[in-house]
């Protein structure tokens, strides 16, 4: 089973094998549904057992208690009610202890699917969770995983109840008249058979829903994400326009899937009244031939009544079986795209702390279907080395420090850290080692001394304060009104952008890398912040090697190395004052960057 993405999309869901093949998948994925089933089939066999004693009852008080031969029997009537009361308290009893035991089994089920799925969410590479929309995704781990829950909590105990149900009438009815048993069968054969034709109709159906939802639920959040940029373009009716289509489609969609279900439920009626019908008429026939007694044809109606229901249930059961058939096959679909930067786990290599050495060897890259945008790059980083890597817009510099840092896999050559291919080192100690800081580093609504610790979970105040001190940023700690426990708002929002960066450098200050890669910030800073910058990014590459993608002059000045990336070729790299003296790429640069700066 291979899973298929949409466009734009490299998740996908499995669209291949039958919906019996992903049901099985499906459970085995969630083995606590299945555990203890016997039990449970057990207890649903009781309560449909429990069911037929009434007709049963009923018959014998007609036959044999009310139509004795020597005149009504009234002890033995007694006798049959006393019965069908037993039955009645054994069905109820029954069909509560199973329901408790199928409400704990999928719940504890259905939690492991969620856990796995949003496990292997974490597992997959930044650009698979980058081109898939996070709507999605939160989708396929929320209400996808809410339709099979829906189903097996709902329709599966009704399945194993009806299903029971089918069976047990059918058998008492053949002992009360073949011929009438005959009959409902004929009368509800083509229906059956239809049922597969709408099996497929709704299957189909409700797998668009699904998608739609996914849809939706993107639309939604990226435009609460995006709010600012929203407002700052005025592009709020376009957004609005896009939210309502959104809703719009998948509300076209949700009223086909219910129309086909309305359909096959009111099909199961139609079914059901004709059949009850003929019975009544045939077996009055019946009857008046003296093939049947009263006693027996009225049982036979309420066992009819047995029968229907689970036909008719049987088509509800059916969409909601198909809409969680869809969920699984999104869920699946997460499941099965492979995580494309795998982690060796134990068996990968753990490396001593210590200042590290880099090497490139013939690295190339290219996106998933696109052209090659790192072209060859040869080169070595020795300890404590502090690079600038500078270069136009779209150079490949990015996509430098993401090889470097491991969030995606050269395409050719390999990156090597102190000798070892990155690929065989333990995600835990890299993650440990080689530090980066993006951009926009990721700030929590929470305080400042908070958003430092992610950096050191066990730091003390004392600690951050020491970190915030020697990156030389202690008066700007002293301008902020609450100090360490100055919110920072969502996402960072109370702070500018330089000093968002600030705290992401503090936060990586803390965790003390070996390798630091950093991404400066483009935005531009009041110089106060510019200065505390440079100072904090002076402090942090301090005796550890450190890679910058530099937007700043300064930055590019102060470093030990250059190296100069052009349209994804390494072209130039040395110290700041002999590429100046070159006159090559980097002088151009530099001169376009002084006369900025003027
Ligand atoms: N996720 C992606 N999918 C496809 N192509 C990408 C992706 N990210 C970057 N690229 C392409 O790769 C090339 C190099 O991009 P990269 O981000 O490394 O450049 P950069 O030098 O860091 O640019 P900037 O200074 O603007 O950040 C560009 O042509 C870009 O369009």
Partial sequence: MSPVAGPGSRLGEVRSGTAWSTFRRGLALSPEITQGLRVTLLLALFATAGRVVVPIAVQQTIDDGLNAGGGPDLGYVRWMVGLAAVGVVITVIAAYLMNRRIFRASEAGLATLRTKAFRHVHDLSVLTQDTERRGSLVSRVTSDVDTISQFVQWGGLIMLVSIGQLIIATIVMAVYSWQLTLLVWVCFLPLFLALRTFQRMLSSAYMVVRERVGGM?????????????VRAYAVEGRTQQRIDDAVESHRVAASRAQRLAASAFSTGEVVAGLTNAAIVVVGVLLGVAGDITIGKLIAFLFLVTLFVAPVQVGTEVLSEAQNAIAGWRRVLGIL???????????????????????????????????????????????R????????????????????L???????????????????????????????MVPQEGFLFDDTLAANLRYGKPEASDEELLLAVTELGLGDWLDSLAYGLETPVGQRGESLSAGERQLVALARAYLSDPDLLVLDEATSAVDPATEVRLARALEGISRGRTSVTIAHRLSTAEAADEVFVFDRGRL????????????????????????????
């Fill in 384 to 403: 404590h080395t502090r690079v600038a890597v500078v270069g136009e817009t779209g150079s490949g510099k990015t996509t430098f420090a993401k090889l």
């Fill in 217 to 229: 639920l993107g639309a939604i959040s990226e435009s609460v994400v995006g709010a600012q940029a």
């Fill in 571 to 598: 072209v130039e790299s040395g110290p700041h004052v002999e590429l100046v003296e070159k006159g090559g790429v980097y002088a151009a640069l530099h001169a376009a960057w002084i006369s900025q700066s003027r």
């Fill in 405 to 435: 840092t491991r969030l995606m896999d050269p395409v050719q050559g390999k990156v090597m850290i102190d000798g070892t291919d990155l690929r065989d080192v333990r995600f835990a100690s890299l993650r440990d080692r080689v530090v």
């Fill in 336 to 382: 099965d795209t492979p995580a494309d930067v795998a982690d060796p786990g134990e068996d990968g290599v753990r490396l001593p702390r210590g200042p590290i050495d880099v090497r490139f060897e013939c690295v190339s890259y290219a996106y998933p279907s696109g052209p090659t945008v790192l072209h060859d790059v040869d080169v070595a980083i020795a």
